[in-house]
């Protein structure tokens, strides 16, 4: 149903775009979000976008994190910049649809290094 994409190796302060696209019409999500989980940590939010295109941040990211969405491509994308050690884990996007159904890319992994 999501199919992230877009993950590497960058060094820190670089920046990086990841790619959610949705199998058939994005519309029938009401809400996609970013998340990622870190080596030995839990799964955490980093970016929300309503079906209104209203958006929300974790604090960690905020300023730096940019997430959109286009439905014509049916792809929401975050755009990553100032990256830090910090940021280094796999990311998932994450669906949910208007019904409550709950769908998870693959994930990607972001690895910030020099």
């Known amino acids: 149903q999501l199919q992230a994409s877009g993950g590497g190796l960058v060094q820190p302060g670089g920046s990086l775009s990841l790619s959610c696209a949705t199998s058939?019409?994005?519309?029938?999500?009401?809400?996609m979000s970013w998340y990622r989980q870190a080596p030995g940590k839990q799964r955490e939010l980093v970016a929300i976008?309503?079906?209104?295109?209203?958006?929300n941040y974790a604090d960690y990211v905020k300023g730096r994190f940019t997430i959109s969405r286009d439905d014509a491509k049916n792809t929401v994308y975050l755009r990553m910049d100032s990256l830090k050690f910090e940021d280094t884990a796999v990311y998932y996007c994450?669906?949910?649809?208007?019904?409550?159904?709950?769908?998870w890319g693959q994930g990607t992994l972001v690895t910030v290094s020099s």
């Open positions: 976008i309503f079906s209104t295109e209203r958006t």
């Open positions: 994450n669906g949910v649809t208007w019904t409550g159904s709950n769908y």
């Open positions: 058939g019409s994005i519309l029938r999500f009401n809400t």
